[in-house]
Every structure is written in C-alpha cells, then in structure tokens.
C-alpha cells in the first residue's frame, strides 16, 4: 500500500519499458541489419561511440561490446571531446574507416551535432542513433538509425536508455555477424537472448520494485550515492548516478572497483552513503569486486549488489537473470538502479529536474544541455 | 518411403550421406525404384564425390570458393557475405539427386559417394530420402 503511494511516472515507465521494447525490437533490428552496407561494415577500421548525459552511459555499456564482437579498435569518447580536442589524424586517411555512432534521442543535443560535424569533415562516417530523423544530427550524419520512440510523459529517461542499448547491441551483433567473426545462427541467438533478457525482466519486476522501494525508505536521508561498476558494468553505475542527480536531486559519484581502494573508501560518510556494485558474472575484473565486498563488510559499510551472482555480504540484492552471454547482462541491469531513484524522489517529494523551477528554470537566456552555441555557428541550438 | 536424417556440419564441411542412403534403401523393401535425395537449406548442396581420396572433397570445395568467392559487394546484404555465396552455391551444385534402386540397392558406381557440402556452418542440417517404386 505505502509502496503505491509512491508511485510515479518514471516507475510506470520503468515497468512498462520491458514490453516497450520488446515492441520496438521488431522494429529496430531490420533497421539495424540495414543501417551500413556490408562494404562499409569492411571497410570500418575502428569504431567511436558518443553521446550525451544516459547516451555516455549506453556508450560506456556498449563500447567493450563492440570490441568483443565485431574485433575492430572501439573508443567511447565524449562529444566534448570530440568535437573539442580530437585531431584529424586520428581519423585514419582512409575515407570512412572510422565509424561513429553518435546517440541522442532528440538528435538536437549541442556536443553531439557538434561531434558528427567535425568527424564527419575529417571523413569519417557517421552514423546517428535518434528518434529524430529530421533533427541537426540526423543532416549531420551518413546514416541515421532511427528509433521510433512513442511519446512518453516528462521523467527522467529510463526507456529510452533501454532502446538506445537495444540499438547498439543490435548494430554490434550485426557488425561481428558480417565480419564472420561467429556464425548466423550465433548471431540470431544473440538477438534472441536479448529478448529473453526483457522477458525475464518482467516477470523479476514486482520482486525488484518491493527491494528498491526498501531501499528506497531506508536510505530516504541519504547524501551521496557511489555507484561501482567495471569494465562493461561501469556503464550501468554512471547511468545509476545520473538517474540519481536527475529523479532525486542526490549527487551520485561513480567509480570502478579499483579506484574505490585509491579514493572513495577514504569517505567519512559510510552508512549515509546508497552503495551500489554492479557486476555481472564472468566480467573479468570479478576478482577485485568481490574484494571490495570483503573491505566494505571489514569496514561495516551496507552496500547493494546488482548482478547475476551471488553476493554474501550485500545488505540488499538484486538478482539479474543468468545469461550464457556475459556481455548481454549490462541490458537490464539498469532497472533496479532506475527503480531505487524513482523511489526516492518520490518519498523525498522531489520534482523531475527539479520542476525546472527557480534556479532550476531553463529558458533561452540560460545555457543548458539544450541550449548552447554550435561552434562554427552563430546559431544557438534549441530544442 | 520417406526418411529423414540429420546431423550436424563443420564450416565449409563436407558430410558422407552413402551409407545411410544405402540403409534407407534396404529399409524400403524395394528392389527396383528410384531414390530421391533432397535437402532443405540455400546454402549447402548434395552431389556424388569420388570418396578415395578425402583431398578430392577439399578440392571440390577449394574450386567452389574460387568460382564464387566469398566477396563483400553481393547485392543480397540481408545476412553475410559468405552467406550470399552459398546461396549461388547452392544454386549450382544443387539441392537433390536421383538415384537408380536395382536389387534393393543404390546403383553407385565403385568410386561413387553421396555427399552434403557445407557452404556456411556450423549448423544442424536434415537430408530427406525418398525411395519411389518402378
């Protein structure tokens, strides 16, 4: 009953989000399949994904998933950083040897326009992931994946990570597939495992929504969030700390199970802090989680675990569905996280974005991560 | 009579059918017909290899790749290149054959051998054989 009371529209659409896109997978994976020629797909020498806010977070998911399957060199890197500080050598002098897959839902997001445009004059490919097929980035681009989201109420983005993972995953699949870096039929089990994946999702909710709203109580006061995660998890821990500073107002630091020794475990702050480790089974830095494990039960710190393992010294778990393909597991483990933000900015009355009220407010004399000047351009870039 | 086999084939493989084929003959009970052998993939074939030499399958193989190489530029791109070229293999060497039944057995000559060539793999794969009386 009290659980209900703080429902929200960010949880709804946490919810519905598995059969969201399990709809939209029908959709996406021909275009996925279509995206590039497979002269393109062989003449790709390296690979560079970039987006924005939860776009960095599925970039950081998914860039090491592009590396296992497709074999070709893939760096995540920031807009800023390419559309700032990234060379023309480093763009290869082949045409179109480099391939970047630029994210952003509206496909209007500043850096990331930014980015296209600048690699695109130094010749590499662009190709835009965007629900947006008539937006700067998509007229920036080579090729556009288009995602046909359905209009959602206002709240922090949760589906839409979900379907820009799903594209990656799927363009990734696509790529190793032909490459012949595996067979067809590996391939299609891939695909097949990440409809699996939502399936289960579904039918793991209600437990994981009654743990987050737990969690959710008991750390209601909280100050900080940490949000661990390694290799391909990492990139669920930085979606976890942004859905924490967007749904709830709370900073969330993220970290990797290693720098965690170096700096974080030095806070003072041990039981006010919401604790996150993210680790999937077979991520190859396991060894070191589970150590940290170990340093935080020494240290009497409560800590929520997030994975498809089992965690002895976790106050709180979260058991993600067991998966014969490891790096498929970073696809739903954002939910609970999603879930635990939602629960707090219910409980603790907070406002999306913080109602974008006050110094909140957003309008056109207040740049933004919407409103910013487009280098080379005199043109402010609105949404 | 209707039988089916399945097996399992390794990349560009190439699986020995003659013994089965003559077990599904004998099975039948016919001593004079005709045995169909067909297959139900695009990108595999079944044809008759002399079995003396197990390098003679290799060159079989060798010469199909080099007639139709595994290129990036098909026109069909909905799966993979070497995908693509095993549909034109296919095409050439065939997805069945006839074969003469004479005293309940298949009229194979001495160096004869019925044979499925894999043009992608590994896959499970099923061969139906069906012998006709006459």
């Known amino acids: 009953m009290e659980r209900q009371k703080h429902d929200s529209e960010m949880r709804r659409q946490i919810k519905q989000a598995p059969s969201l896109l399990k709809s939209l997978y029908?959709?996406?994976?021909?275009?996925?399949?279509?995206?590039?020629?497979?002269?393109?797909?062989?003449?790709?020498?390296?690979?560079?994904?970039?987006?924005?806010?939860?776009?960095?977070?599925?970039?950081?998911?998914?860039?090491?998933?592009?590396?296992?399957?497709?074999?070709?060199?893939?760096?995540?890197?920031?807009?800023?950083?390419?559309?700032?500080?990234?060379?023309?050598?480093?763009?290869?002098?082949?045409?179109?040897?480099?391939?970047?897959?630029?994210?952003?839902?509206?496909?209007?997001?500043?850096?990331?326009?930014?980015?296209?445009?600048?690699?695109?004059?130094?010749?590499?490919?662009?190709?835009?992931?965007?629900?947006?097929?008539?937006?700067?980035?998509?007229?920036?681009?080579?090729?556009?994946?288009?995602?046909?989201f359905p209009k959602l109420n206002p709240a922090p983005g949760t589906t839409t990570y979900g379907a820009m993972l799903m594209a990656c995953y799927l363009l990734a699949v696509r790529i190793g597939e032909v490459r012949l870096k595996y067979t067809m039929d590996t391939a299609g089990m891939y695909r097949n495992e990440l409809l699996r994946l939502l399936e289960e999702t579904e039918q793991s909710f209600e437990q994981w929504d009654e743990t987050a709203f737990s969690i959710a109580r008991e750390y209601k006061d909280t100050v900080l969030g940490e949000m661990i995660g390694s290799g391909l998890d990492y990139g669920s821990a930085y979606y976890s700390s942004a859905k924490l500073y967007e749904a709830a107002g709370i900073p969330g630091i993220v970290t990797n199970s290693e720098e965690w020794f170096h700096i974080h475990c030095f806070s003072k702050l041990i039981n006010s802090t919401v604790t996150a480790i993210f680790n999937h089974c077979g991520n190859e830095a396991e060894s070191r989680s589970l150590e940290l494990t170990e340093r935080m039960k020494h240290m009497k710190k409560e800590f929520i675990y997030i994975g498809n393992g089992q965690c002895r010294h976790a106050t709180y778990s979260f058991y993600m569905p067991d998966t014969s393909f490891g790096f498929l597991s970073p696809f739903i483990q954002w939910v609970p996280a999603a879930l635990i933000a939602s629960y707090l900015a219910a409980i603790r009355e907070e406002p999306y974005h913080r109602g974008f009220q006050g110094i909140w407010k957003e309008d056109e004399d207040t740049p933004s991560s919407w409103n910013s000047k487009i280098k080379g351009t005199e043109e402010k870039m609105h949404c | 009579m209707l039988k089916k086999i399945e097996f399992s084939t390794e990349k560009n493989g190439v699986t020995d059918l003659t013994s089965q084929i003559r077990q599904a003959v004998e099975e039948s009970g016919i001593d004079r017909g005709i045995c169909v052998v067909f297959i139900t993939h695009t990108t595999a074939g079944v044809t008759i290899i002399s079995f003396w030499d197990k390098l003679g399958f290799e060159d079989v193989q060798d010469e199909l790749r080099r007639l139709i190489p595994t290129k990036v530029d098909f026109k069909h791109q909905h799966d993979t290149p070497e995908d693509a070229a095993g549909h034109v293999k296919s095409a050439i060497v065939g997805s069945s054959l006839s074969i003469i039944v004479e005293q309940s057995k298949p009229l194979l000559g001495h160096s004869q051998g019925v044979y499925f060539l894999e043009f992608d793999g590994p896959r499970n794969r099923e061969c139906y054989i069906k012998i006709l009386e006459g």
């Open chain 1, 26 to 148: 029908s959709d996406l994976e021909p275009k996925a399949r279509y995206a590039l020629t497979t002269p393109e797909i062989y003449g790709i020498k390296r690979i560079i994904i970039t987006g924005c806010g939860d776009n960095h977070g599925a970039a950081l998911t998914t860039g090491r998933v592009f590396e296992i399957l497709t074999g070709c060199v893939t760096e995540v890197m920031h807009p800023l950083e390419l559309a700032y500080y990234f060379p023309s050598w480093k763009a290869g002098t082949g045409p179109k040897e480099t391939l970047v897959i630029a994210m952003s839902n509206s496909g209007k997001t500043p850096r990331v326009v930014e980015a296209a445009n600048r690699l695109h004059s130094f010749g590499a490919m662009i190709l835009a992931v965007t629900g947006n097929t008539l937006s700067p980035l998509a007229q920036a681009s080579d090729k556009v994946l288009h995602i046909d």
